[in-house]
């Protein structure tokens, strides 16, 4: 059997495909075993089958590895199963949920029309509604790094499809941070677009005009073409938005920090604590070689926004696209499920009140369109994490504090790209977020590329 990097990246696929080195059944050979390896970390919902990734082995054989028109040829990728992939069920990780859609998501259909190989639909909070990994029937998913300690949700599976070599890049939806904390707790590279900047056509929502499907990968590099394959404006979404198309990455004029150090939580707290200040003077190292001003930010604001997230009225939201089915289906939802969607059928939240947090929400996004203009803000992806008992035995508390650090981001209409910053010890990464303006998305690969410079 061939030999594969533990790590799987585009790049090395697509050089040894065009080298005639392996071919993608070869891969996709290696990958089944690895898949099964690791069946007890509950990765899948639909597993890899002949049957998801025959016809598109088979499509590929009219084209060549180096076809320019197919910069994805051969590479496989999975698919949280909130997303549709044609004629194979969409869960939302909830059985009673589940249909089969008659054609793929937009982002889907993009991305294997440019070669890649879908080979299953991964494990999820369910309803996308939460951060930790642990709300599924389908099992708790397990960080990919130590079992024993939280995934991060929703988009688990994907995640840790990725960081165990089951795949080379993974599909992951986020509307609070789903896309962001687990690639932090899986060591991964996270890329959360502007919502409408890929097509949400084809998700099931869980605050519709929030969402956005996200990327899981290894490197930078492979965060970058997946976004220039799966961006662009379509018809058939109406949250659909245009964007500069493959803007010319660039490092930003400015690197902010926030002004009060951010609180970190849980078993881990104090080595979270001091991964964020090794990294600080990584940031400030870099800032000064590059002559990029180092600045803090009163991120109060931001803070604020995020907390509107679960505590206003956008969860009324969600209500209104999944309440008829949490009402005619008892107990078909998991109860901390049930609890988060039901908090969007309160009296409280009145016209007034969805009012008052949207002109709220504008002013936020006016005062980071005047802070960040040419900029990044840097904050931890989160402030700790948690063994998956901790989550169980509270399982609110413990996914608020999760998003602290990424819940306002789609409310102030922002970019995100989650990177790893710090091997603490003991297979415990410490990720960062750099947050742009929607319209200055290539100023994260800038900043990014340039950390992870300083770092080496």
């Known amino acids: 059997m061939i030999k594969l990097p533990q790590h799987l990246s585009v790049s090395w696929l697509k050089k040894a495909y065009q080298n005639h080195d392996i071919t993608p059944e070869q891969v996709i050979k290696?990958?089944?075993?690895?898949?099964?390896?690791?069946?007890?970390?509950?990765?899948?919902?639909?597993?890899?089958s002949e049957d998801i990734y025959a016809p598109y082995l088979e499509a590929l054989k009219s084209f060549e590895p180096n076809d320019p028109e197919k910069p994805l040829w051969g590479i496989p990728f999975a698919i949280k199963d909130n997303i549709d992939l044609i004629n194979i069920p969409t869960t939302a990780a909830c059985p009673e949920y589940s249909y089969t859609p008659h054609k793929s998501a937009t982002v889907v259909q993009k991305i294997i029309d440019a070669g890649a190989i879908p080979l299953g639909k991964t494990n999820l909070d369910q309803f996308a509604t939460g951060l930790v990994g642990t709300r599924s029937p389908y099992?708790?998913?397990k960080n990919a790094l130590r079992p024993e300690l939280i995934s991060g949700g929703s988009s688990s599976g994907s995640a840790v499809s990725v960081a165990l070599g089951i795949v080379s890049f993974a599909l992951g939806t986020d509307t609070a941070g789903s896309g962001r904390v687990p690639a932090a707790l899986n060591n991964l590279i996270g890329f959360k677009p502007p919502?409408?900047?890929?097509s949400t056509k084809g998700v099931v929502p869980a605050c519709a005009s929030l969402d956005c499907v996200t990327v899981f990968t290894n490197n930078l590099s492979d965060a970058k073409t997946i976004n220039e394959v799966a961006q662009g404006w379509d018809d058939e979404c109406i949250y659909s938005?245009?964007?500069?198309?493959?803007?010319?990455?660039?490092?930003?004029?400015?690197?902010?920090?926030?002004?009060?150090?951010?609180t970190f939580y849980g078993p881990f707290k104090k080595r979270y604590t001091e991964g964020w200040r090794r990294t600080l003077t990584h940031i400030k190292a870099m800032g000064k070689a590059l002559h990029i001003p180092v600045r803090t930010l009163d991120c109060d604001y931001l803070n604020k926004a995020a907390s509107v997230l679960y505590d206003g009225p956008w969860v009324a939201e969600r209500w209104a696209d999944l309440g008829t089915f949490v009402e005619q289906h008892p107990k078909a939802t998991f109860p901390v499920t049930e609890t988060i969607l039901r908090s969007g059928n309160n009296p409280m939240l009145s016209a007034e009140a969805l009012f008052h947090a949207q002109h709220f929400i504008q002013k936020c996004r006016h005062q980071a369109k005047l802070d960040l203009k040419h900029a990044v803000l840097v904050?931890?992806?989160?402030?700790?994490?948690?063994?998956r008992e901790e989550v169980d035995e509270d399982p609110i508390q413990t996914?608020?504090?999760?998003g602290l650090y990424t819940n306002h981001c789609n409310l102030?209409?922002?970019?995100?790209?989650?990177?790893?910053a710090d091997d603490i010890k003991n297979a415990l990464p410490f990720g960062i977020t750099a947050f742009s303006l929607s319209t200055e998305q290539n100023l994260l690969f800038g900043f990014a590329h340039a950390f992870n410079q300083q770092r080496s």
């Open 195 to 198: 919502v409408g900047s890929w």
């Open 139 to 141: 099992g708790e998913c």
């Open 30 to 48: 290696v990958l089944l075993e690895r898949s099964e390896n690791y069946k007890d970390y509950n990765v899948w919902i639909t597993p890899p």
């Open 379 to 387: 904050m931890p992806t989160c402030g700790g994490t948690f063994t």
């Open 412 to 420: 102030c209409d922002l970019a995100a790209l989650a990177i790893p």
């Open 399 to 402: 996914n608020s504090l999760m």
């Open 241 to 262: 938005k245009e964007y500069p198309v493959q803007q010319k990455v660039k490092c930003p004029s400015f690197i902010y920090l926030p002004l009060e150090e951010p």
